[in-house]
Each structure stands twice: as structure tokens, then as C-alpha cells.
């Protein structure tokens, strides 16, 4: 029986809305009826910052309000959930968001954005294993990528810190030319990112996960500077449908 896919839409809502269209992107149809059925539950004004939470700037953590979220997409019938979130997914956050579902008995399917992604190099690009991350300083710190793709056999290859919070951070977050506040790419910001790809490339990277949701905004291609980049969202898009109904999922 072909299930409905949820989507917490708010973290945050430009990042969501690139989801749902990956979703109906790499869904096989015909028709609009042969579209799958997504609910987007987009509420960003209740769950505080993932990234402000991990180092320390909040004291809330957002592992509650998530978990409130998907509770309402279970309630309205969604039978698999996806948050288009990297750094919702450190431990800190998401293992209380799971035992959160488990306390009020939702059974909903919960996917694990991260370790799709581990899927998925293992799957694509075996013979790659120097990863690079660009992601926010929450997932930095938080080692959310590298926990989970060495113990696949994959090296995670980061920026250095002062790079991490002076450029990359900043192109995600700035409030006036981050990615967050434009939902597009400004100069300021690719400039940034670019600093951050040829550093990954220098320390010896073959492939870079964009790993912060809003990342694959500014980046139009499927190579920079020479590399593969990992889009997440997208990874979760194909990930969501092969859940909801494998039999419309588009190859890739």
C-alpha cells in the first residue's frame, strides 16, 4: 500500500520547499494523479536554531518541537517522514526526538538523512573514501557526518575551523547575504563557498557532501571545482519515494 510521505518544512522553509520539488522531480509518472501524496508541515517559528542549540547559545533543545511536528504529520497520515535538516540529525537532537516519538506511540517511519547518505556513497561511489563536508558549524562540531561515514570506511575531510566560521557558516547564515536570508546564492556567498570547495580539494577530498540543506541552493551543477558534490535533499527526496512506493522511484 503506497504511503504518504511527510515533510517537516520549516527547517528551514527554503530548504523544504527545494525538498518537495526534488520529491515530485524523481517521482516517475505520467500524470499529475500519478504523483505520490506529500504533506508539508512548515512551522519554523516553534523549533529554535539546531545549530545555536549544539554549541551552547540555547538552551532548548529543538528535538521537542521536531518531534511535535511529526507527530501532526502522522495524525494528518503520513507513513514516512523525512526532515530536511543536517544538523537536526546530530545525536544531541535527533535520539531525543526519537525517544519523543516512542513516548507518544507514533510509529511513523522516520528517516535518517545521514545515513541515507552513508547509503548511498556506498552504493554510487564505492571507490571514493576521502569525503569532503561543507555543512553549518553546528554539524561541524556536532561530527555529525564523520560519526557516521567512518565507520563505513569513508574519511570525513572538513575545513579548517577559523575557515568553517569565518566563510562557510557565514554563507549559510548571514542575515544579509547568507543562504537562509536570500533562499538564492549571492555573490558573497558562492565566494565564500568556493573558498571552502578548494580547501576541500587541496586536503585531498574526492567528493564533497553539501550538507547543509540549503547548500544545494547555490549550486546548479553536479560538479565544482572538479568534484562531485552529494546533494542530501536530493538523497532524501529518492529515499522518501522508495519508502512511500519503490515502484516510483525514477533510476538514476
Known amino acids: 500500500m503506497e504511503k504518504w510521505i511527510g515533510v517537516v518544512g520549516g527547517v ?15 517521482t ?41 511536528q511529526v507527530v501532526q504529520l502522522a495524525k494528518m497520515g503520513a507513513g514516512v517522514v523525512g526532515i530536511p535538516c543536517n544538523t537536526a540529525h546530530a545525536p ?10 516512542a513516548a507518544a506511540r507514533c510509529d511513523v517511519r522516520l528517516l535518517h538523512m545521514i545515513e541515507e547518505v552513508g547509503r548511498f556513497l556506498q552504493e554510487q561511489l564505492p571507490g571514493v573514501k576521502q569525503i569532503g563536508v561543507l555543512s553549518t558549524t553546528g554539524t561541524y562540531r556536532a561530527r555529525v557526518y564523520a560519526d557516521v561515514l567512518e565507520p563505513l570506511g569513508f574519511t570525513a575531510v572538513l575545513p579548517p575551523i577559523t ?10 547564515y548571514d542575515p544579509v547575504y ?30 564533497v557532501i553539501l550538507g547543509c540543506t540549503e547548500l544545494p541552493l547555490a549550486f546548479a551543477e553536479a560538479t565544482a571545482v572538479g568534484l562531485p558534490l552529494i546533494d542530501p535533499t536530493l538523497i532524501l527526496a529518492r529515499a522518501l519515494i522508495r519508502e512511500a512506493n519503490p515502484a516510483k522511484l525514477k533510476p538514476l
Open 28 to 68: 516517475a509518472v505520467s500524470l499529475d494523479q500519478d504523483h505520490l501524496t506529500v504533506l508539508n508541515w512548515s512551522q519554523p517559528g516553534t523549533i529554535v536554531d539546531r545549530t545555536e542549540f549544539l554549541l551552547g547559545q540555547v538552551a532548548e533543545n529543538p528535538a521537542f518541537a521536531l518531534a511535535q
Open 12 to 26: 528551514g522553509p527554503f530548504a523544504g520547499i527545494d525538498l518537495l520539488g526534488k520529491i515530485a522531480a524523481q
Open 163 to 172: 575557515l568553517q566560521t569565518e566563510k562557510i557558516h557565514p554563507a549559510i
Open 92 to 101: 544531541r537532537i535527533f535520539n531525543p526526538l526519537r525517544a519523543e516519538l
Open 178 to 207: 547568507g543562504l537562509k536570508a536570500c533562499g538564492v546564492a549571492t555573490q558573497q556567498a558562492q565566494e565564500n563557498l568556493r573558498l571552502g570547495l578548494d580547501h576541500l580539494k587541496a586536503a585531498g577530498a574526492e567528493a
